[in-house]
């Protein structure tokens, strides 16, 4: 079994779960377990640590609108309705998935948190455009797009962020494919082992990031995490 590949360039590979007419007790089962690996890899701490920067100092009397791009079953935005809940932070979370079905998935896991709603839009529609927030979250999101699809939803994000956007997306590596393949042969669904290899190759080395910012002219900070991510705050 060969773990390593060339990581020099990102891949156009897609993913099973780019299927957005998916559903079904493997879409579930998908979600389910994508969120325990997630949550295993420390990857849920990138988000909230940086949501947790972006709020500090930030007028507890109002209330903050936060948008989670790629939502999938709603578990970061019920974490981050804890976290707003023990820090009073009053937060309005909106999860927008172009999967219909995971959006009521999210919907149904979400019955206890009536600051949390959803909503199946594509993110270059136009109804997507008349949405106003403070912050935006990226997890495990951009690395589906191309370059260009990337730099267009960054300044759409931009332009209508009142505070920032907080992206939380893998290391493009040849050490971290090599790991995830390891760690494949424990896992019991053959879509999430083929699409986190696939995942990783789409995936962002620092330089990518660091043009995109310069590209467009943003005010950001980029930082490693572990388990092989980037955490990439902008401010705006």
């Not at 995830?180 to 190759?201: A, C, E, P």
Request: one cysteine or more; aromatic letters at 10%; a neutral charge.
């Amino acid at each position: 079994m060969s773990l390593f590949i060339d990581t020099t360039y990102r891949s156009n590979a897609t993913e099973i779960m780019d299927d957005f007419s998916m559903k079904g007790e493997l879409l579930r089962d998908t979600l389910d377990k994508l969120g325990k690996i997630n949550k295993w890899l420390g990857g849920n701490h990138v988000t909230i640590d940086g949501v947790k920067q972006l709020l500090n100092n930030q007028d507890k009397a109002k209330t903050y609108t936060i948008l989670d791009l790629g939502c999938g079953h709603g578990d970061m935005l019920r974490l981050l309705a804890d976290y707003g809940r023990s820090h009073d932070f009053k937060l309005n979370l909106i999860g927008i998935d172009a999967n219909e079905d995971a959006v009521a998935y999210a919907q149904e896991l979400s019955s206890d948190y009536s600051e949390l709603s959803f909503q199946h839009l594509d993110i270059f529609s136009e109804e997507f455009k008349s949405l106003d927030f403070d912050i935006a979250l990226s997890t495990l999101f951009l690395h589906h797009f191309k370059s260009d699809d990337i730099k267009r939803l960054l300044k759409e994000l931009i332009s209508k962020a009142s505070i920032g956007i907080v992206v939380n997306d893998l290391h493009r590596s040849k050490l971290a494919y090599g790991l995830f393949k390891l760690l494949g042969l424990v896992i019991s669904n053959d879509m999430i082992v083929q699409d986190g290899l696939t995942s990783i190759l789409r995936a962002f080395k620092r330089k990518d990031l660091e043009s995109y910012s310069n590209q467009l002219q943003l005010k950001s900070q980029i930082r490693w995490k572990w388990a092989f991510r980037f955490q990439w705050l902008i401010r705006t």
